[in-house]
């Protein structure tokens, strides 16, 4: 009969190690390394203070550290792990084998004579008669001592005991199987047994139900872009094809009715929104008045405090209340997903106009400047450090605008300078269509725009001037060198040519956390207003390089169908930024589509690579319907079958007539 016994640490020990070290395993390993740090960025003093301020942030202090609950509980997870390997380590184990020559002390190949002999002198020095009680010694343990070396002895002398060590591995013969279960054994115990029903009950009646309810009902509640699904539906109904700027940015401060739930603050943080209020009145009174159709103006309003905040950023009103700080913190970092989700739901309408208000506003919000529909000179001037927009500058290049400063020993001129030498200004070396394969681009094809991108700061001019003429032989080998990588690109799997330094962080000094700089490529029919091709974001642009040689640029391509019809179309490219107000590149991309005629004969499609459908088929009557080519079915040559059925009936009738 099996005796159980429920185990008191060693087994269910096990057991817990087990399972922590497969989950804190993987979970430690998927961790690495900030690398954020190790970037380059904007070396004016604001974007550095504000770099100081995001890492101190993120950090925390020794009083109050940054810590994520994944953090914690690999911490708490790894100390409760190390607790019990220690706890196993130092437990004693009772299932040793029982070896009868070990307990003798005596070796295995000893002889019968030999281990009577040895049995006299143990008897002799450890009987209980001759062996006196030590302070560290009991009477029982003597007696025990001795009995063991009795039953060691017999068990290699006598037959009967022998058999049994030989058959059952215990001299006393068969022994109770003892069992051991993972759980220590107050679980289990009678005056434990409601605690512990209690807590099954709480966790597969309560918790687990909970659990997977709120799972269910938040993924069906969050939209595939991760915002309220109520808020989408917003989005849906408030975006129109005309929609300007303020109506783009009232429609994102909807959104805030679900995203930020109303809330009673303190009696200083209401005071301190009314103060806001106030002053962005006084600045943007415009812009406000026209809010107000889309804002919810009770005291408590989420929505409230988080277009009062949104604004107060927009205009650069500095916030003195802790908590409605990390509020608005909050806030700005959510708008980019927000923003994200408008900008698809104007892209699934084909609306061009909406689309680059969107991702206009991206710009505005990273610069913490007032939106507006078409960037002005003082928005482009007022991203600059310490420059504002009532400031009088005579010029708004760049270049012109540090040589006015300087010229007037303006202290604000070396932070515009380190400023605009990181600067994100765009520039197009080149942009086509481009089919794998053919020469020209025939209806229905595969296409390819293969847009060539790298940054220019205005002050990087003149180190290109300086850059020495190549010879003619030299732009021959980078022809061909760049062709060649040009191919090798339009036929790899990826989107973009892989860059060896990234560019760091961009001039976002209002921004509350570091931001690397992107930008949109929309191919859109300009004439009216519709997006051809759904934008793709692009980043990691490099910065211009004279010693990178005529490659120092980045290449990216955009894959779409080109249309059914043979025929001129107009469309134009633009390439919008996410970061900085202004900086924006459009061209005219016409493209032609020609007959498939218009191949050559080499380059005609082989009757292997396309074929037509035969006639009788449904792909063959669908592509009837529309008026394309089918296979024609050959009719079968019957005439034999007709002519032998004949000969077959005219043979049988001679046959029945002369029957």
């Not at 049995?119 to 209980?128: A, E, G």
């Not at 109770?176 to 993972?182: D, H, L, N, P, S």
């Not at 006084?282 to 409230?304: I, N, V």
């Not at 991309?589 to 218009?598: G, Q, R």
Request: with cysteine.
């Amino acid at each position: 009969m099996a005796n159980y016994s429920y185990d008191e640490g060693g087994m269910a020990a096990y057991f817990i190690i087990t399972f922590l070290a497969l989950i804190l395993v993987p979970l430690t390993l998927s961790i690495s390394p900030s690398k954020r740090k190790t970037l380059a960025g904007c070396q004016c003093s604001l974007c550095t203070e504000q770099r100081s301020r995001i890492a101190k942030r993120e950090k925390g202090s020794i009083l109050n550290p940054q810590f994520s609950a994944k953090t914690l509980f690999i911490i708490g997870g790894w100390s409760v792990l190390g607790y019990l390997s220690f706890k196993v380590a130092n437990a004693k184990l009772d299932n040793k084998l029982y070896d009868p020559f070990e307990i003798l002390g005596i070796t295995a190949v000893a002889t019968e004579k030999e281990i009577k002999s040895h049995y006299k002198k143990l008897s002799k020095l450890y009987h209980p008669d001759k062996v006196k009680a030590t302070v560290n010694q009991t009477i029982e343990e003597i007696q025990n001592h001795f009995v063991d070396l009795t039953k060691a002895y017999k068990s290699l002398t006598d037959e009967t005991i022998r058999e049994n060590l030989r058959k059952y591995g215990n001299p006393d013969g068969p022994q109770q199987t003892a069992i051991g279960i993972a759980l220590p054994k107050w679980i289990v115990e009678s005056k434990n047994n409601v605690w512990v029903l209690g807590v099954y009950g709480l966790i597969f009646g309560g918790a687990l139900p909970t659990l997977v309810g709120r799972w269910w009902f938040g993924s069906r509640q969050k939209t595939k872009d991760g915002i309220n699904a109520s808020s989408a539906a917003t989005f849906f109904k408030s975006l129109k094809e005309d929609s300007t700027m303020e109506d783009v940015v009232g429609t994102l401060g909807k959104a805030y009715k679900r995203e930020l739930p109303q809330s009673k603050g303190k009696p200083e943080d209401v005071a301190e929104l009314d103060r806001l209020e106030k002053n962005i009145i006084l600045l943007a009174p415009r812009q406000w008045e026209k809010l107000q159709s889309f804002l919810d103006t009770s005291k408590d309003s989420g929505h409230r405090k988080a277009m009062i905040l949104l604004y107060a950023h927009l205009l650069r009103i500095n916030v003195e209340s802790s908590s409605l700080q990390k509020v608005q913190t909050r806030i700005l970092l959510q708008t980019p997903v927000l923003l994200n989700a408008l900008l698809n739901i104007s892209i699934s309408r084909n609306w061009l106009i909406p689309t680059v208000y969107v991702m206009r506003l991206h710009g505005y919000l990273a610069q913490a400047l007032l939106p507006r529909s078409s960037p002005d000179v003082k928005d482009k001037l007022s991203q600059l450090p310490g420059i504002k927009s009532e400031d009088f500058l005579k010029s708004d290049d760049f270049t012109e605008v540090i040589k006015e400063l300087e010229g007037n020993s303006d202290s604000r001129a070396e932070n515009v300078k380190k400023a605009v030498a990181r600067w994100g200004r765009l520039e197009l070396v080149d942009a086509a269509y481009k089919v794998i394969g053919e020469r020209i681009v025939t209806p229905s094809s595969i296409v390819y725009l293969v847009v060539k991108l790298r940054l220019s700061p205005p002050t990087s001019s003149s180190a290109v001037a300086t850059k020495k003429e190549p010879s003619a032989e030299e732009v021959k080998q980078s022809i061909k060198i760049n062709d060649e990588k040009d191919e090798e690109f339009l036929l790899s799997r990826k989107d973009a040519e892989p860059v060896k330094e990234e560019g760091g962080y961009a001039h976002a000094p209002y921004w509350p956390d570091n931001r690397k700089p992107s930008w949109w490529i929309v191919l859109a029919d300009d004439k009216n207003s519709r997006v051809v091709v759904p934008p793709m974001k692009v980043t990691g642009v490099p910065f211009s390089n004279p010693n990178n040689g005529d490659r120092d640029y980045r290449a990216y391509k955009i894959q779409f169908q080109a249309p059914q019809g043979p025929g001129m179309y107009t469309w134009k490219i633009y390439l919008v930024s996410d970061t900085f107000v202004g900086e924006e590149v459009s061209k005219n991309m016409t493209l032609k589509i020609d007959e498939a005629s218009a191949l050559n004969a080499d380059e005609q499609p082989s009757e292997d690579e396309i074929s037509d459908p035969d006639e009788d088929s449904l792909a063959g009557q669908m592509t009837a319907m529309r008026g394309g080519k089918v296979k024609k079915i050959q009719p079968k040559d019957d005439s034999d079958d007709e002519s032998s059925t004949d000969d077959d009936k005219s043979d049988s009738d001679s046959s029945s007539d002369s029957d």
